[in-house]
């Protein structure tokens, strides 16, 4: 699964300081974020992480959108390489804006009930994942997975760093918590065992038979006012504890939060061209 249900409304509000020309802005203002095409040939982050599932081996891609899914139906109904099914999100009529992740995974469950039965990742439509990271989660042995990031090799700002949530595990990498938007304090007192900061990029294994439930049921999390994926599995961890196993990984993901991002994706796909 592939969240593009967001209202992108960082990259729409916020300003460049580099250079970006009128097409890219108008993209960036109008465009979800996955849709921006972000090199010389038009290609969009989307178009470089569905590259990237197919080489990891998947099969099956479900994007899930908002109610307006035209753009990406009209780019994507027709992949070479997956098989792409589009989900969407709906606004409940009491919001302006979507409900969160976890109310993503499960209006897209809801719709496609096989999911119910079976494993399936789930990731941003903003980030890069790598190949690897991609193949790890398609392929692990445990109920649940995730990407445990090594915080020192994130090419972010550190003030921005500082607000991506902690993952805590115990010596045998299962995960005990997802400590959101932590103090330093928490952050020093939940290095893994080899003393690494872990963090989330939001990108999971999730088993669907045991994880459905707590996606339905999931609280809004009475500061943010969203029902999200962290949320789901710290409730989740309280009934089924050491069913998610983590994968540290050392390695960057760029992603695209605002204007200046694009800029930042184009210098590294032309310095990472394999990606």
């Known amino acids: 699964m592939i969240l593009a249900g967001g209202a992108s409304s960082r990259m729409k509000n916020s300003k460049t300081e580099g250079e970006l020309d009128a097409n890219q802005i108008e993209q960036a203002n109008q465009r979800s974020k996955g849709l921006i095409e972000i090199d010389d040939s038009g290609r969009s982050l989307l178009d470089y992480l569905l590259q990237n599932a197919h080489i990891a081996g998947y099969k099956t891609v479900y994007i899930i959108t908002g ?43 809801e719709q496609y009930p096989e999911l119910k039965e079976n494993q399936f990742s789930v990731c941003n439509s903003d980030n890069l994942y790598s190949v ?29 760093i500082s607000k991506f949530a902690v993952m805590q595990f115990d010596n045998d990498y299962n995960l005990i918590d997802i400590i959101e938007k932590p103090n330093p304090d928490k952050v020093e007192n939940n290095k893994d065992i080899n003393g690494k900061v872990r963090v989330s990029m939001n990108i999971f294994a999730f088993d669907g038979a045991m994880s459905f439930s707590f996606f339905k049921n999931c609280p809004i999390h009475p500061e943010r006012n969203e029902k999200e994926i962290p949320t789901v599995i710290s409730n989740m961890l309280k009934t089924h504890p050491k069913s998610m196993l983590g994968i540290p990984l050392a390695e960057h993901v760029p992603d695209l939060t605002s204007k200046n991002d694009i800029i930042k994706m184009r210098a590294y796909l032309k310095n990472n061209p394999s990606s």
């Open 67 to 109: 109610k307006d899914s035209s753009l990406f139906r009209a780019r994507y109904k027709n992949h070479d390489e997956l098989e792409i099914k589009f989900a969407t999100q709906y606004i409940p009529k009491d919001r302006v804006k979507p409900l969160g992740t976890a109310d993503a995974v499960f209006q897209t469950l």
């Open 132 to 160: 690897n990271a991609l193949e790890v989660l398609l392929n692990i042995k445990s109920k649940h997975g995730c990407i445990a990031y090594d915080r020192a090799h994130l090419e972010f700002p550190i003030d921005r």
